[in-house]
């Protein structure tokens, strides 16, 4: 836990360009900002994408345990999911053993999609010009942010 004392010699503890969230929030935008023109292709937005990653890695998958990977709650989920159907990439149904469970699965077209995904991290690591040991460690340091900052 950090104290007044640890905080000595620091000009303004406000400055905006010494806030993580600032940090974080522009480095999102800018980096979300560099998977667009390779999404658009695919007829992808960059939260479609990550619903698909998923998909591509665990599908089937239950909506529950589809929030549950990509943090995200129901709610935000849902529209995603409709969109995603409605392009053919997916199909949301109930199961037979449950009926309150909607199970999430891809389709022919969902599976083929993943072809030209593939190329998509190779194309960020290329814009980015970092490198795959910077970008590793950076992503070490997010999820331990992540990780530290969950509610408990």
């Known amino acids: 836990m950090s104290d007044a004392a640890d905080w000595e010699g620091v000009p303004d503890p406000l400055q905006l360009d010494r806030q993580v969230c600032f940090a974080l929030s522009v480095a999102a935008r800018s980096v979300v900002a560099l998977y667009r023109p390779l999404l658009e292709p695919m007829g992808l ?11 591509w890695e665990h599908s089937p998958l239950s909506v529950k345990e589809l929030s549950g990977l990509l943090q995200l709650d129901p709610g935000t989920l849902s529209p995603l999911l409709k969109r995603l159907e409605a392009a053919g990439y997916l199909q949301r ?4 053993e449950d009926e309150r469970t909607l199970a999430v699965t891809l389709t022919d077209a969902g599976r083929a999609l993943r072809a030209d995904a593939e190329k ?4 960020v690591v290329e814009r980015l010009g970092m490198g795959l040991d910077e970008l590793q460690d950076l992503h070490a340091a997010l999820t331990r942010v992540i990780e530290a900052a969950r509610p408990r």
């Open 45 to 55: 937005t960059h939260p479609q994408y990550l619903v698909m990653l998923a998909l």
């Open 93 to 96: 149904r109930r199961t037979p």
């Open 120 to 123: 998509v991290p190779y194309a």
